[in-house]
């Protein structure tokens, strides 16, 4: 499985780097996002290093889908938002700032106006790791 030495992601799959881990299987790692857009922002992430949608294999895509479905019905049972929306972005363009492949599960509030570009602005970290366990222990894998 291919990795980059100089990748955040690749180093949080490797433990070398921490994360609020949420959901981990085979091909895929789930954790918190520490800039989240809404409370229960989360991310789902291919072990597989690769840069955006047109490098991801078939095989670790479909893995990625698999786990964020699996990720979203729990976060949306334990956030209780009022919808979720799944969010992956290519290029500097789409502002894309990790490129390695991932998908965001993007709790939403009605009214929330939330953009395409939402911005990185860091989270409570005690809430997120508490929001974190809570759903680790509501997907229980
Ligand atoms: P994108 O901008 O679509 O590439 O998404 C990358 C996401 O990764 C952003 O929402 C960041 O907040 C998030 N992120 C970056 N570093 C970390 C980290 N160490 N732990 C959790 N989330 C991170
Ligand atoms: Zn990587």
Redesign the pocket.
Known sequence: MSKDPDC?FCK?IAGD?P?FRIYEDEDTLA?????PANEGHC?VITKEHAANLYKVSDAAISAAARSAKKVAAVVNAVVGPDGINLVQ?NGEGA????FHF?L?VMPRRIGDELKMNWG?HPGDMERIKALGEEIAAAIGD
């Open positions: 955040i949080i780097i994360c954790f918190m996002d520490i800039n991310l972005a502002e894309q700032s990790v991932h965001h990185h």
